[in-house]
């Protein structure tokens, strides 16, 4: 194998697992660290920065940073990074001589955002402090989109999401609320220098089975329509027995909601087996530790309306199965059931529209009526208009919207300054070494044993009689501090130096998990078996030295290293040292 | 500085036939200075133990006083240990020995604890054939003293200091086999490929197991001009022959060109597989271990690998005609003849 280019910041970036998984490459360990020192005003920037909305995110993010943690892999479980960003925006001081000053003399160019959701937010919130002049149109009466309407509050408080919007909009942006845009021509013909589309997924989808029309849609209802309800205050209760079509996280968010709107009898029904349900695991936890029955391989095919009024739904029980294409299919058993209800929540998946697009504006669409986009640039057929959010490539989550707002934010800025669109900067990277002393680092690189705290909830009894009452607690500040301790500072890079070391195996002998070998170079099929510990898990680089005085090189497989520093502790010459690498997403104006 | 070594392994660690992973073979951390050679043999000991899987339990570690001495601690934190005064490990090892055959005798020692303060002590173990494992860790250097010359350092090596030393060295290999040891090794502490069997092997060897371990000391002796540093060790390292040591439960599968390889069975069945790297040893022959050692050294070499083995020997039980009983295992009633087993014995000094 070639030696490993470790000035390719991707290296490096790819070692810190959390960060790399992040849509929007948040750096997860340097807020960790910062949380464990106290500074969580400081640790709350860092967030604030990346992906906007930490209040928001420490509480519905999807994550996927957890399950990408080499804690979990090391260990059982990862670190808790979601709920650890909660902790710096529950902790934090007052952040607002922090945030970036906005120019009073403006650049000149006019953008507008459609819809205000995350993705659009974070849009005003990148171009705002380069002095854009930006006008935002909202549907609703309240911006935040997504989060607001069809998140229940029980999750997400309704003031988080009012503080961080907030900060948002006034930086001076410009909304037009209760105000649909109906006709994008319009809106370009108003002399916008660039218009960027963040409406969302609008709808869910419907699901006209026989029994439909006589019940007229009455107490049948699309579930994020009915959350939206919820969230706006227009319905504020339920009816005894509730039933929930769907397996995805909005199907668990219904039938929460319905339990506390009054629901005696909510109960969830899916075509699949449990264990193909789309919905994160902790939110089925959190269902079924609420009585909530989720029932399996039920295909609903007829509404039951006796005058005039839905009584129930007929299911055919069905045998799942995949087919070698790894197409789902579901063949039925002859067998029906019908489950009484007076309302039936669909969370069957969201469907995308764009009425108000005209088709002569040159924006090209494809087959499932998704706009044709740049997935690097964001930038439509027509250059002058930009996608984001579940607008752009259909949903997905809060912290993919955020990343995918910075990046059309980026490409506007450059588009307005003439520059390539597809020539993106690099990355702001820092490398720095830790040492403090001979044997000193400047991070706590002892490794804790301690295992994952759970989060405090409140008492169920209490929770289900509100769906205000926000049920996870959150950390108190000694048990973030343990749970910090736990991050491994995997951004503490191990940097070897092939000129400096004398081969003398102090490292090989300390590493606690076996992940350095002196071998001859070979192929990395080869080399990955023959290491002290082979090295089997391919998602997890190799790192290989140039060549040493013995003609041998260095091998580190980076799958289990815990950047506990033993390596360069022991290293007599520091040919090993723990840098900090901190790698940043360049954004609009920092290119 | 880290005092503790954290609690996670890879989770893909192989377990020995015990069940056991290195892990349940490790001691505490070392203290001795980053880059010490002691710290790959304390390594190199774990392996071995690991692959033979020894109940760690049925192991007693002994040294004397010494930077090597200190090692110990850092391997084997599951077995016995006794930290015995400077240079008088093998009166200890010896003595332990006799109370209790059973046990797997590793003692650690230095070039000072052993070529100097010790001397007298470790050439009578040798020639008493006590059945234990001697690995000297020799790094030419008295490292905890702060660099002085030691009874091993090669005449014009220089050390930190940069003074060559004047005096002839002691060869500890030479002096063993001189004074009839059973099994005399010599190896580096930076090649674990050739020091793991060989210690593996002295484990299995029944009576006196002597390994001279090149050990750089990076403190004081990893200069230019020393003949121990791992630069001139690397450059000057010659092998008698590659070693593999095979367990009796092992089929033998390795396969070397006729002629070239030998194959000697020990008591206990288990066989080392030598092949040849210098046709002209015998490793079954002291002369012609001493005469290739002279010749090596004359060119500047430094010879390593087994030298020489006899795996005939007998020990210092087998010599005394000692109980084959550990004496904690001794009752009362074996111990306490009783007067009639006294006046047979009286009568017959009459």
């Known amino acids: ?591 | 500085m880290s005092y503790a070594i954290p609690g996670f392994r890879h989770p893909n660690l192989p377990k020995n036939d015990l069940g056991f992973t290195t892990k349940d073979y490790e001691g505490a951390v070392s203290t001795l200075c980053a880059g010490c050679g002691h710290d790959s043999i304390s390594a190199a000991i774990i392996e071995a133990c690991f692959e033979l899987s020894i109940p760690p339990h049925h192991v007693a570690k002994l040294s004397g006083i010494g930077c090597s001495s200190k090692t110990p601690t850092y391997f084997l934190g599951n077995s016995h240990g006794f930290n015995s005064v400077h240079g008088r490990m093998p009166a200890v090892a010896t003595g332990a020995n006799m109370a209790n055959r059973d046990l797997i005798y590793i003692g650690v020692s230095g070039d000072g604890d052993t070529a100097s303060i010790g001397m007298g002590q470790f050439v009578h173990s040798v020639r008493r054939n006590v059945d234990m494992v001697y690995i000297c860790e020799n790094n030419g250097v008295y490292g905890l003293t702060k660099g002085q010359d030691s009874a091993t350092t090669d005449i014009g090596s220089k050390s930190k200091k940069g003074e060559p030393n004047a005096m002839e060295p002691i060869d500890l290999c030479s002096v063993a086999l001189q004074l009839g040891a059973t099994f005399v090794a010599q190896s580096f502490s930076g090649d674990k490929h050739q020091l793991v069997p060989l210690i593996q092997a002295a484990i299995a060897h029944r009576g006196f197991a002597f390994i001279n371990v090149i050990s750089p000391c990076v403190t004081f002796n990893n200069t230019p001009g020393s003949t121990k540093s791992y630069d001139f060790i690397r450059q000057h390292m010659a092998s008698s022959n590659t070693v593999d040591f095979v367990p009796h439960a092992e089929e033998i599968t390795t396969e070397y060109a006729p002629g070239t390889s030998t194959s000697v069975t020990m008591h206990d069945g288990s066989a080392i597989n030598l092949q040849k790297m210098d046709p002209n040893l015998d490793i079954h022959s002291r002369r012609s271990a001493l005469a290739l050692m002279q010749e090596y050294k004359a060119q500047d070499k430094v010879l390593t690998g087994l030298l020489f083995v006899d795996e005939d020997s007998q020990d210092i039980h087998t010599t005394m005609n000692t109980t084959k009983t550990p004496l904690r295992a001794l009752s009362e009633k074996e111990l306490c003849p009783g007067s009639a087993a006294l006046e047979k014995i009286n009568q017959s000094l009459r």
Not at chain 1, 175 to 197: H, M, P, W
Not at chain 1, 214 to 242: M, Q
């Open chain 1, 1 to 591: 194998m070639k030696p490993t280019d470790v000035k390719n910041p991707e290296y490096f970036h790819k070692v810190v697992d959390c960060q790399f998984a992040c849509p929007s490459h948040t750096p997860v360990p340097e807020y960790i660290r910062l949380i464990a020192a106290g500074r969580y005003t400081d640790a709350y920037m860092i967030n604030w920065e990346s992906n906007v909305f930490p209040g928001i995110l420490g509480r519905t993010c999807d994550r996927p940073c957890e399950p990408a943690c080499r804690r979990g892999r090391v260990e059982d479980k990862p670190v808790a990074i979601c709920r650890l960003k909660r902790v710096c925006a529950d902790f934090k001081d007052e952040i607002k001589d922090r945030l970036p000053k906005i120019p009073k003399q403006k650049n000149g160019h006019r953008v507008a955002l459609v819809g205000a959701g995350p993705s659009s937010l974070t849009v005003a919130r990148d171009l705002m402090p380069l002095g854009y002049e930006i006008d935002l149109y909202e549907a609703n009466a309240k911006a935040g989109g997504f989060m607001r309407s069809q998140i229940p509050s029980f999750r997400l408080p309704e003031k988080v999401i009012d503080e961080e919007v907030g900060y948002i909009l006034d930086m001076g942006v410009k909304t037009f609320f209760n105000k649909r845009v109906e006709s994008l021509k319009q809106l370009l013909d108003n002399g916008y220098d660039a218009v960027f589309i963040g409406s969302g997924a609008p709808t869910g989808r419907n699901l006209k089975l026989p029994g439909y029309e006589a019940d007229g849609g009455k107490n049948i209802r699309i579930g994020v329509e009915w959350l939206a309800d919820v969230a706006f205050g227009h319905r504020t209760e339920a009816p005894e027995n509730v039933i929930v079509l769907g397996g995805g996280n909005t199907a668990m968010d219904c039938c929460r909601t319905a339990l506390r709107l009054g629901a005696k009898n909510v109960k969830v029904l899916i075509r699949t087996p449990l264990a193909s349900m789309l919905a994160s695991p902790w939110e089925i936890e959190d269902t079924q530790a609420e009585g909530i029955p989720i029932i399996e391989n039920h295909n609903p095919i007829e509404y039951v309306v006796e005058d005039g009024k839905l009584v129930g739904m007929k299911f055919e029980i069905i045998v799942y199965s995949v087919d070698k294409d790894g197409r789902e299919v579901f063949t039925p058993t002859g067998e029906t059931d019908i489950v009484a209800c007076d309302l039936v929540l669909l969370a069957i998946g969201q469907a995308n529209a764009f009425p108000w697009i005209e088709k002569d504006l040159g924006i090209e669409f494809n087959n499932v009526g998704l706009a044709l986009v740049d997935p690097v640039t964001h930038q439509s057929t027509n250059p002058r208009v930009f996608f984001g959010g579940d607008a752009a490539f259909g949903p997905r989550n809060i912290i993919t919207a955020v990343a995918q707002g910075h990046a059309a934010a980026l490409s506007i800025d450059m588009l307005l300054h003439g520059q390539d669109l597809h020539v993106r900067p690099d990355p702001g990277t820092n490398l720095v070494s830790q040492k403090m002393g001979i044997h000193d680092w400047s991070y706590a690189s002892m490794v804790t044993e301690e295992e994952r705290h759970a989060v405090p909830h409140v008492d169920l009894r209490e929770a289900i009689h509100s769906h205000k009452m926000e049920v996870e607690l959150g950390f108190d500040l000694e048990t973030a501090f343990e749970e910090a301790q736990r991050c491994l500072n995997c951004d503490v890079e191990t940097v070897f130096t092939a000129e400096s070391c004398i081969e003398c195996d102090a490292c090989i002998d300390i590493c606690p998990v076996d992940c350095l070998t002196f071998t001859e170079n070979s192929e990395e099929a080869e080399l990955r078996r023959k290491l002290n510990v082979p090295a089997y898990n391919l998602s997890q680089d190799l790192f290989i030295s140039k060549n040493l005085a013995t003609g041998r090189v260095m091998v580190k497989d980076e799958d289990m290293c815990l950047h506990c520093g033993l390596c360069a502790e022991r290293c007599p010459t520091s040919a090993w040292d723990m840098q900090k690498f901190l790698y940043m997403v360049t954004k609009a104006g920092q290119q």
